[in-house]
């Protein structure tokens, strides 16, 4: 493997962690589209709302807490 395999795998690895009463985070970059076809493109860590509670869908806003969100 080169360097740039090296580079491409590196950039292509991502983390997903569930959160204990809380959000998926995701590691890594990620292109997301939106319901509505819009497209984005996060980097470094990015909070998925788990809830259903977020007014800021489908990120968290940290209203689970709020919410008593368990799981």
Do not use: W
Not at 40 to 58: I, L, M, V, W, Y
């Amino acid at each position: 493997m080169n360097n740039e395999e090296d580079k491409t795998a590196q950039s292509q690895n991502t983390k997903v962690e569930v959160l204990e009463n809380g959000p998926l985070l995701v590691y890594g970059s990620l292109k997301i589209t939106h319901k509505d076809g819009k497209e984005e493109t996060k980097n470094k860590t990015t909070a998925f709302c788990r809830c259903g509670a977020s007014n800021n869908k489908p990120f968290c806003d940290g209203a689970h807490v709020n919410a008593e969100f368990k799981d």
